[in-house]
């Protein structure tokens, strides 16, 4: 079967007979009937009656001629699309794979500001961990941002290793507790989980069957599970509900000038090593000066994340005393 084929039988069915068919196609009666004769004895079906008034179209054949017309239109598009394509310049493609941090949508913003392009594909992606993991090693994102802690360091290079995904640092910052700024807690310079325990804890739902060392939050290994815990998916909804109550959650601590919730702050964790963030990419792949202009972008928006979140906190300390 052929588009040709589809097209003759398309065309007798609109004129409703062969020798206009063959009339509009620029064809001879003879060459028409042929190949749909043919194609009537490769699929087995009987596509209309001949008469002196014409042709009269089968159950068969009408449902047929349904088909071939979808087809038909089908590939015309396709055709349209990509004969379009030809001619437009290529345009630029990039794709970020990210856990919920402002400095990467910051590090984004920056991007979409420096990119001079005719025509460009860019998105950005915010995920559990366990998912940017994956979009990085099946190429659906160019870059995935990340952050690995003592606690988990293992289990996700493991992870890594196994899909071909390498880790690359930006910042190494002290693991923090978020809160809203009215919080009974905010009187303290630094948080224990001991004091944490009576509060509510909020966390982001991962994928089902995900291990908790992907999870979005810094592990506490609590004696027990939390009494009070508030599960959320979007970043947005977990600032509302931090605002809104008395709940607390864990990270990076960092914060972003003009991206970041002004009514939670961050406190760090007392006795804990270093959360290590960074981002990761398929080793196999090479890095695109797009993803290159991005990454270059993204340490700058990480640093000064970074130096935001300390001067943020060190006035929450002098206003305490």
């Known amino acids: 079967m052929t588009f040709q084929q589809l097209t003759y039988v398309v065309e007798v069915s609109k004129c409703g007979s062969i020798n206009k ?136 290079r493991r992870r890594m290793d196994a899909q071909d995904v390498e880790f690359h640092e930006l910042e190494a910052v002290p693991p923090c507790v978020y809160l809203r700024r009215d919080h009974p807690l905010t009187a303290c310079a630094s948080l224990t989980e001991a004091k944490l325990a009576e509060y509510p804890y909020a966390c982001f739902e991962h994928d089902q069957g995900a291990a908790a060392d992907f999870s979005e939050e810094y592990r506490l290994l609590p004696e027990r599970k939390p009494a009070k815990t508030i599960c959320v998916n979007s970043r947005t909804a977990m600032m509302e509900v931090l605002a809104a109550s008395n709940a607390f959650t864990t990270g990076s601590g960092l914060l972003t000038a003009g991206l970041s919730d002004e009514r939670v702050i961050s406190i760090p964790l007392e006795g804990r090593g270093n959360v290590r963030l960074g981002w990761i990419r398929a080793k196999s792949k090479k890095t695109s000066p797009q993803a290159e202009q991005f990454l270059r972008l993204l340490a700058e928006a990480a640093a000064e994340a970074a130096a935001y979140t300390r001067t943020v906190q060190k006035r929450q300390i002098v206003h305490r005393e």
């Open 21 to 156: 068919a063959a009339h509009n196609l620029f064809l001879s009666q003879s060459g028409i009937s042929t190949a749909i004769r043919d194609l009537e004895d490769e699929l087995g079906v009987h596509f209309f009656n001949r008469s002196n008034r014409g042709v009269e179209f089968t159950p068969e054949g009408e449902e047929f001629v349904s088909y071939a017309v979808s087809l038909l239109e089908q590939k015309s598009r396709i055709e349209s699309l990509y004969t379009s394509a030809r001619s437009a310049p290529t345009p630029v493609r990039f794709a970020v794979s990210t856990q919920r941090y402002p400095f990467a949508e910051d590090a984004f913003l920056r991007l979409l500001k420096e990119v001079d392009a005719p025509g460009y594909n860019l998105s950005i992606r915010e995920t559990g961990m366990d998912a940017v993991i994956q979009d990085v090693c099946e190429h659906r994102a160019d870059v995935g941002v990340i952050f690995l802690s003592d606690l988990t360091e293992k289990i996700i």
